[in-house]
């Protein structure tokens, strides 16, 4: 017997994990912090469950946070990955299926004349806003509040105070200096749009936004709001950059630029597009992404960038969707959640909040909120009780109030029957 199989529970490797990783995770969500508790250790899944290391099986609706579109371990995927790994797991050089990929991607999203390939959705973001300021000259970024970009100094700024529209630190070791190029705005204020296009739109390299914001909450946002920036944008000069780490791939074949209508000058991706393995992408029209060194200026690179074994998960997985009509299968399970599930939200004094496959639940009375300042922080206290007898009836809900939740084509319609029925059943014991 390896150590593994004799320290079997979730609570004993925690504390293991806590001694030589900070707060025992790799990543800080996955410490339940905001819920409470020991996190689940998870030890291996297959299809809609994942099984932890107490011998649970659970009824998963977090899929990764996101990657997991066709469930864990699909078996397309899982052949693709062996077959690639047989060649050969890595050589610093072009290989067949980032191309492939690539052209894939391409003719998949309507923003996209060209790509490069990195391993994050961070690392995506962070090299398409330099590619924005190398290809305008420009410093200065705008971001809305509510909206996550991945972890680099530029995007951990929260609004300055009062009318400044310098931003500042939203965590410790970011630098001032840093965050003075990045203004913040709240998401849904057309007012506050125009107001600081009017003063400072000609300083501005881009805007960043989710399209769909779905990293506090689900913020959907009026139609208006991002026609609006892009022609600002436009008049400006200033670059309009959709992160679709979540959306692309996900909500459409083409992100949510194809839902949208609304084409920015760059895209980032991440999570689907690399069907389960650490792969993240930027691209846009190709007078900008030639900016990119060695063509152009801009220097960015990656000595794992476009690994063959992720780029043939990737393609894997969006030559599955493709073929098995994916998208149509949790476009329509999330049709079947939200007639079931959003009924029995308002019942309890809570709402829905869905768009395709990408649900999350607003736990107070009325609308879902646009804004995540709209989140009242009562929410984030009846979900930690409701996360917990979830758990006991073995379904999986993301550790934290503001996390949503996703389908896959892994799950079905009596999947979701029995997360609503447990969802109703717990809210009604509040
Ligand atoms: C997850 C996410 C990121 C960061 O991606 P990582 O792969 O975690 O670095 C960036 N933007 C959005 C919209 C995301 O959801």
Not at 71 to 76: D, E, I, L, T, V
Not at 228 to 234: A, I, V
Not at 334 to 361: K, T
Request: charged share 20%.
């Amino acid at each position: 017997m390896n150590k593994l199989d004799k320290t079997k529970s979730s609570q004993e490797l925690y504390e293991r994990a806590c001694a030589v990783l900070p707060g025992g995770v790799s990543s800080p969500v996955r410490a339940y912090r905001s819920v409470g508790g020991t996190p689940r250790v998870i030890e291996r899944a297959k299809g809609a469950y994942v099984t932890d290391a107490d011998g649970n099986e659970l009824l998963d609706f977090v899929c990764s946070w996101g990657p997991l579109i066709l469930g864990h371990a699909n078996p397309a995927v899982l052949a693709a990955i062996t077959i690639a790994a047989e060649r050969g797991t890595t050589f610093g050089a072009p290989t067949p299926f980032e191309v492939e990929l690539a052209e894939r991607v391409v003719s998949m999203h309507p923003a996209l004349d060209m790509v490069r390939f990195v391993s994050s959705g961070t690392e995506a973001v962070m090299s398409a806003v330099r590619t924005a300021r190398g290809f305008t000259g420009r410093d200065l970024i705008l971001k809305f509040s509510g909206c996550y970009h991945g972890h680099a100094d530029h995007f951990l700024v929260a609004a300055g105070s009062g009318l400044a529209t310098f931003g500042t630190p939203s965590s410790a070791g970011v630098p001032a200096a840093f965050a003075e190029q990045t203004a913040v705005l709240p998401l849904a204020d057309m007012q506050a749009l125009e107001d600081f296009f009017k003063t400072r739109g000609d300083e501005l390299a881009c805007a960043l936004i989710e399209p769909l914001p779905a990293n506090n909450g689900l913020l959907i946002q009026r139609p208006e709001f991002l026609t609006r920036l892009r022609e600002l944008c436009t008049k400006h000069g200033a670059m309009l950059l959709f992160d679709e780490v979540i959306t692309g791939f996900r909500v459409a074949p083409g992100g949510f630029t194809e839902l949208s209508g609304i084409t920015p000058d760059l895209a980032t991706f991440g999570k689907v597009i690399g069907g389960g393995l650490p792969v993240g992408a930027f691209g846009g029209r190709a007078e900008l992404m030639n900016v990119l060194s060695p063509d152009g200026p801009v220097y960015q690179a990656g000595t794992l960038s476009g690994n063959p074994v992720a780029m043939a998960a990737g393609l894997a997985a969006l030559d599955q969707l493709e073929r098995g009509g994916g998208w149509k299968h949790i476009n329509k399970l999330g049709d079947e959640l939200d007639d079931a599930l959003r009924p029995v939200l308002q019942s309890h004094g809570a709402n829905l909040a869905r768009v395709g496959s990408i649900f999350w639940m607003s736990l107070a009375e009325g609308e879902a909120p646009r804004t995540a300042e709209c989140i009242p922080s009562s929410a984030a206290d009846r979900y930690t009780g409701l996360f917990h007898k979830m758990l006991e009836r073995g379904i999986a809900l993301a550790p934290s109030a503001y996390e949503v939740g996703f389908l896959s084509t892994a799950h079905t319609s009596e999947h979701v029957r029995e997360l609503v029925t447990a969802i109703d059943e717990v809210l009604a014991l509040e």
